[in-house]
Each structure stands twice: as structure tokens, then as C-alpha cells.
């Protein structure tokens, strides 16, 4: 019976059947003064249609859940130990490398095509608005705390500092603060572009080069505290930034070159396609990099910053490129919100949506683009549903209960990401066998 | 002179209240190959580190003079800066980038001393295309070199204790180092890899015209290796000379030579 219960396919059961009973409760009525345990009763004996087909009480639904849910982690730990099999013997034959290449290129022109037809299949306005804010920003974003965290390694909690300061910049440069613009004149907001991602990357560098001397926690704490820092700047710097009241209007842009003209407006699509454009040239820039001496000297420091230095490497500078090359694409992901959706409030700026991506990036899969992408699309997509046609009783806040439980989750069953990177997929196999210095680097320990 | 590579003047080197080196002073002359010898925690291992810049030593100094005849001052050096001059090693227990290949291990050794050019990178432009085609062909070169042109593909954690102390060696040459650096080559290889091991040294000598200082316990090797021998104990030098000097040193015997000698015929 006991060796029966110790089986991992067992424990795992519990463990998810535990995790339901807590979401049964969370999600379930509210208790009263004078029966205060009649809410935690009835999470679990209230009538519930299931799925729409018939009625039942709320554990069997919940326990069906449990067992889908159980069922899918089984056969994907079953791919999980194919992985760390892997980890032993990969010899990587060339041309198989090149055919997964040129698979991985037809894929991503597939997706592409999807992604420009889209809009003209999904035509709802709420949709169309949250393909551009909620979903196209966000796989910018995610993509750039991607080099942060997935290629450097390092644990940035206030991405949001430089989404925000590309923002301001454009308010700033396009005359839509109290104070007056950088030039004097009111710019358009194309031209918002380099001055935001130039003044995020510097940010980024004069954040960088102090603190990244710091290890693991302590640079998560520091990062935490600067995100902070923006947002109540933003907020208290009335006479600069407008407060909580927001910005004034930021011009929409417009390109006027002789016959040329054409005028960004209050429909979301022609910003969808324009953020495409820059998702794609991001995209490309970036796996080139992965690819690079860059990436593989981020992947040496990342592994073993002791041995990096003993050829050469200085770890600090690559860190600080990182965190700039992170910084200035949230600045242009700024720069889009802003002269997208006119104004612009501190209160938009918080922890939370650092949180936020922090977790598109590992539930994709940490340095590992297409994961982070894929990512981004799928968790906004349903936070977005969510929003749209709230099930029963679901409040937006709720949102951050479900992360946190999803991010839990895939910590426990599936830490590599759902799309995880073959070098992350190694490293992680290697240090679950205790090999390597992954852990070393993580807990900071490195002599 | 800087026929010199290496000169530590009075180094010391303390960790709280513990001494780790004493008033230690060497030379390498530049194209030899040496060995610093002692029995464990005698600081063989923290005198590599202070050669390259890990530890900073409180007293003394270490000056490295390159083939142009400059001479940099180690201590107060990050470490980067000092493998850039030209002092490549390995680690005692030896630290590959596990989760990439052979190739790619070497490879970051070959392109880490080129500059950065982050925007080149993003694009492939033509200096960068220029850099992997260069720094491809030095790999393959040291990969043929050490004998591992075969494994080129393998990830380097699969490799075996003998495969992995080559590679290091490798991803140490791909610097292009003027002195190489070995902490216990030998440790945790079998007989047949150690012979292979003793020639691998001696080529990267010969051939590559790289000076090499050695820590090692296996006498054999040793002996059979080096042309001058440091001996360390508590954390002083207490001998140096050649071999057969140092075979007949008293004082080497009583505090290393006596004990490793019926040691190593169990």
C-alpha cells in the first residue's frame, strides 16, 4: 500500500487533486457570520452544471478536472524523461540540423501569414484592440525580457520600468506632458522610436552596471525596487509627468512624405500590422543573436562564470548588454502603447504586469524565442477570453490567482517551458543530475 | 630580464586569520614547462588563482610580461583581463559549459578575446560572418590538436574525465595564451589517458610554443614532465630545482615526497 502510494504517478494524482479542492474553495461561495464554514461546505456541494451537458454537484466536476489534468502531465513527464535521456548522449548530426532549420523557417512564414490574415478573420473590435495592446506588446515584451532572463539569466522583476519609461518618452517627445517637449517641438511619434529605445537602453545601462554585480535574489530585489521607483515617479511628479491624472493627447503617427501619406487613426488593425513588423525584425535580430558569440558567451556566463572569465569573457559587460538590449525593446513596446492608446497612466505600470510577462517568458519557455512567443499568444489570448465573457463569478483580479497557480505548476511538471530551448532543456536536465554549475550560478555559490 | 613570464615577489595571501601563501616568490622563464608540487592544502591551487587574477593576494607582487615585453601587474586585475593577456588554465575539477558541445566550448574560447559588436551580431554582418568563419577554423584546428575532432558534436557533460581535461586544454589554447595554466591535469584519469595526457603537455609546448605550469600530485607525470619543480608546504616554498634535485631534497622528502612515495606503492 505505502510503496503503491510513493509511485510518482500516484503522488502526482494527489498533488493535483489537492491543488483542485484549493481552487474549489477559491473559486467557490462566500461564507457568512453566522455559518462561517457553510462557504467552504458548499465549494464543494453546490449544484454545478457539468460543462453545460448535465447537473452535478462541484466535486465531480472538479474531480474531473483533476484526472484530465493528471492524465496530461502524465504523458508529458512521459516526454520529459525522453529529454534528460537526451542529455547523455546528443551528438547533433549536421544535416539534421540544417532540415530542422529550414522546417523551423517554413513554419514561422506559415505563422506570419496567419498572424497578417488575422485581422481580417477576427473582426470583433475587442478582439481587433487586443491583438495590438494585449497580445502583439506583450510578445515585444516578452521577447526582450527574454534576452534578460532566458539568454543572461538574470531575474529582472521590474521590466516594467522601461515600458514605462519608453512610454513617457513619447508623451515627453510628442508635447503631451506638462513640461515642455525635448525639442522644443511637438514630434511625431515615429520619431519617439529611437529617441525611447535610445534614453531605455541607457536606463537600462545606468541600472545595470551597479547592480549587476549583484547575484540571483539580490538583483531580483533591486530590479523589484526600480520598477517601483518609475511608477511612483510617475505618479508624484505631477508637474512632469501629469500624475495619476495621466498624460494630455499623444498624437497618433503619421508618415507625410510627399505622395506618401498615411495617418495611424483610431482603428487598432493598421497598429497590428505595424507592431508585426517590428515583432518580426525583433525576431530575427534577436535569434541572430542567440546564435552569435554574444548568445554563446551569455550561455558561458550563464553556466559557468568562473570558467567565462577564465577565457576572457567579462561577465559584467555582457550582463549590462543584455540588460540593455532588454530595456530598449520595452522602451519601443512603450512606445507603441502609448501613441496607440492616446494617454498614458502611472497606475497602468505596476508589479503585476512585470509579473506578468515574467511569466509568459518561463511558461514559454526561458531563453528560448519561439516558446516565449508562443507563450505570450496563448496566456494573453485567454486572459483576454477571460475578460471578454467572464465565466460565472470570475473578477479581472482573479487573473493573477490562475498565474500564479499555472507558474506553480509548470515549476513542479515542466520547468524547460512549454517550448523549451534545446540549450535550457540540457542545462536543466544536466543539473537535475547534478552535473554542471547551473545551480551554482542561480544560488550565486560560484568561489 | 623578461625572459621572464612569470614573477611573484613576496606574495601573501590570507583569508581571515588563515595564511594561504607565504611570502612566496617564483619565476617562469618564458617556453619552460614547471611544476609547483605539495601535499593538499600546501596552496598550489590558490597560487593559480592568484596568477589569474581570481584571488588578490595582500602583499607581494606578480608581474606577467607578454611576447611584446609588456609587463602587467596581476593583482588588482579581474580575472577576463588577465586570461585576455595571455594566461589560459584549467580547474581542478574541471568546468566545461556542460550543456553545449565540444565545438562550442571551444569556440567561445576562440571568439572571447575579439571585440563585442552587439549590432553586427543582430544583423550578420560582414565583420561578424568573417569572426565565425575565423573562429570555426581555429576550433576545428585545436579540436584536431587535442584529438577531439571526432566528438566535435558531442555535449561536453557526456565526455569522459580524460576527453574533458583535452578539451579544456583546447578551450584554453583557442585564447591564444602565451602560459597555460594546469590544476591537476591528470586527476581522475586512467593510466593510458595519463601517457596521452603527458604528450598532449609536452606538444602544446613544442608546437604551439605556449609555456606551461603544472599543479600535479601524480609524481610520474611530474617527473617525467617538468623541467623545473616548486615545492609548496603550508604555504611556503620550501625547495625548487629540477627534478633529480628535488628527488634528493631532504626536505622535500619529510614533508611530501616520503608519504606520497609509500602512498603511491600501495
Known amino acids: 500500500m505505502r510503496a503503491f502510494l510513493r509511485r510518482p504517478i500516484v503522488r502526482r494524482f494527489f498533488m493535483i487533486g489537492a491543488a483542485m479542492a484549493a481552487l474549489e474553495v477559491m473559486t467557490g461561495p462566500p461564507g457568512s457570520t453566522e455559518a462561517p464554514t457553510a462557504g467552504f461546505a458548499g465549494s464543494f456541494t453546490q449544484p454545478s452544471p457539468f460543462f453545460g451537458l448535465f447537473s452535478t454537484v462541484r466535486w465531480v466536476v472538479f474531480l474531473f478536472l483533476a484526472v484530465v489534468i493528471w492524465a496530461i502531465v502524465t504523458l508529458w513527464s512521459i516526454q520529459g524523461a525522453a529529454i534528460k535521456r537526451s542529455v547523455t548522449t546528443v551528438t547533433a548530426v549536421p544535416r539534421a540540423a540544417t532540415q530542422r532549420k529550414s522546417v523551423r523557417r517554413g513554419l514561422g512564414v506559415v505563422l506570419l501569414i496567419v498572424a497578417l490574415i488575422l485581422p481580417h478573420v477576427i473582426t470583433d473590435p475587442f478582439w481587433q484592440a487586443a491583438m495590438v495592446e494585449q497580445i502583439a506588446v506583450y510578445v515585444l515584451l516578452a521577447m526582450g525580457l527574454n534576452v534578460v532572463v532566458g539568454f543572461a539569466g538574470l531575474l529582472d522583476l521590474g521590466f516594467v520600468a522601461f515600458y514605462a519609461i519608453g512610454a513617457y518618452t513619447t508623451a515627453w517627445v510628442t508635447g503631451a506632458l506638462p513640461t515642455p517637449p525635448l525639442f522644443g517641438v511637438d514630434l511625431n511619434p515615429f520619431f519617439a522610436i529611437p529617441i525611447a529605445i535610445a534614453i531605455a537602453m541607457l536606463s537600462g545601462v545606468l541600472l545595470g552596471a551597479p547592480t549587476l554585480r549583484l547575484r540571483g535574489d539580490y538583483l531580483a530585489i533591486v530590479t523589484l525596487g526600480f520598477g517601483e521607483i518609475i511608477t511612483i515617479f510617475a505618479n508624484n511628479l505631477y508637474g512632469i509627468t501629469g500624475g495619476s491624472q495621466g498624460t494630455g493627447v499623444i498624437p497618433h503617427p503619421s508618415i507625410d512624405l510627399g505622395p506618401l501619406h498615411y495617418v495611424w487613426g483610431l482603428t487598432p488593425v493598421p497598429y497590428y500590422y505595424l507592431t508585426i513588423v517590428f515583432v518580426v525584425i525583433f525576431l530575427i535580430a534577436f535569434s541572430l543573436l542567440e546564435h552569435s558569440r554574444v548568445g554563446r558567451a551569455w550561455t558561458a556566463i550563464r553556466e559557468d562564470e568562473v570558467a567565462a572569465e577564465s577565457v576572457g569573457i567579462n561577465p559584467l559587460k555582457y550582463k549590462v548588454m543584455a540588460f540593455a538590449i532588454g530595456a530598449s525593446t520595452a522602451g519601443f513596446a512603450g512606445v507603441v502603447t502609448a501613441s496607440q492608446s492616446n494617454n498614458i497612466f502611472p497606475s497602468s505600470f505596476t508589479l503585476f504586469f512585470s509579473i506578468n510577462i515574467l511569466v509568459l517568458v518561463i511558461f514559454g519557455g526561458m531563453g528560448s524565442i519561439a516558446g516565449v512567443v508562443l507563450g505570450a499568444v496563448l496566456i494573453q489570448t485567454v486572459s483576454m477570453y477571460l475578460l471578454h465573457s467572464p465565466p460565472a463569478g470570475y473578477q479581472s483580479a482573479d487573473l493573477y490567482i490562475y498565474l500564479g497557480a499555472l507558474l506553480i505548476l509548470m515549476m513542479i511538471f515542466r520547468p524547460v517551458g512549454v517550448l523549451p530551448s534545446r540549450r535550457r532543456k540540457r542545462e536543466i536536465g544536466l543539473a537535475e543530475s547534478g552535473e554542471g554549475h547551473m545551480d551554482e550560478v542561480l544560488t550565486g555559490d560560484t568561489p | ?266
Not at chain 2, 611576447?67 to 568546468?95: E, P, W
Not at chain 2, 609548496?232 to 631532504?250: C, H, K, M, W, Y
Open chain 2, 1 to 266: 630580464m623578461s625572459e621572464n613570464i612569470f614573477e611573484v615577489r613576496n606574495v601573501t595571501l590570507r583569508f581571515g586569520g588563515v595564511v594561504s601563501l607565504n611570502d612566496v616568490s617564483l619565476e617562469m622563464r618564458r617556453g619552460e614547462i614547471l611544476a609547483v608540487i605539495g601535499p593538499n592544502g600546501a596552496g598550489k591551487t590558490s597560487l593559480f588563482n592568484s596568477l589569474t587574477g581570481v584571488y588578490q593576494p595582500q602583499e607581494g607582487s606578480i608581474t606577467f610580461t607578454g611576447r611584446d615585453g609588456k609587463a602587467l601587474s596581476i593583482i588588482g586585475q579581474k580575472a577576463h583581463r588577465v586570461a585576455n593577456a595571455g594566461v589560459a588554465r584549467t580547474f581542478q575539477a574541471s568546468r566545461m559549459f556542460s550543456a553545449l558541445t565540444a565545438f562550442e566550448n571551444v569556440k567561445i574560447g576562440a571568439e572571447s578575446h575579439r571585440g563585442i559588436g552587439v549590432l553586427g551580431a543582430m544583423v550578420r554582418g560582414p565583420r561578424t560572418r568573417r569572426g565565425e568563419k575565423d573562429s570555426d577554423a581555429l576550433t576545428i584546428e585545436l579540436l584536431d590538436f587535442v584529438g577531439l575532432r571526432a566528438k566535435a558534436n558531442v555535449i561536453s557533460a557526456s565526455l569522459s574525465y580524460g576527453d574533458r581535461r583535452r578539451l579544456e586544454i583546447a578551450r584554453g589554447l583557442a585564447t591564444n595564451p602565451q602560459v597555460l595554466l594546469l590544476d591537476e591535469p591528470a586527476a581522475g584519469t586512467n593510466p593510458a589517458e595519463k601517457i596521452e595526457l603527458t604528450e598532449l603537455i609536452r606538444k602544446v609546448r613544442d608546437v604551439r610554443g605556449v609555456s606551461i605550469l603544472l599543479i600535479e600530485h601524480d609524481m610520474k607525470l611530474v617527473m617525467a614532465l617538468a623541467e623545473r619543480l616548486y615545492v609548496l608546504n603550508f604555504g611556503s616554498v620550501i625547495a625548487q630545482g629540477t627534478p633529480d634535485e628535488i628527488r634528493a631534497n631532504d626536505a622535500v622528502i619529510e614533508a611530501y615526497l616520503g608519504s606520497a612515495a609509500t602512498a603511491e606503492e600501495k
